[in-house]
């Protein structure tokens, strides 16, 4: 790609998440409705949330 070439505008993740019927879904452990509550927290400003999500993404 050229540097006069821009790339493509990913999506908002939180527009993405919200499109995605995570109580009709299930993981390992029970019910994915808390999910993208977690992948939003690894994405946030604030490395506690980060860290917080990331511990509930594990150790579920």
Request: glycine share 6%; no cysteine; aromatic share 4%.
């Amino acid at each position: 790609m050229s540097a006069d070439e821009a790339a493509p505008a990913l999506p908002d993740p939180a527009a993405l998440l919200s499109r995605t019927d995570w109580a009709a879904l299930a993981h390992a452990y029970g019910s994915a409705d808390g999910t993208p509550d977690d992948l939003l927290g690894l994405l946030h400003d604030d490395p506690e949330v980060q860290a917080e999500s990331l511990g509930r993404t594990l150790l579920r």
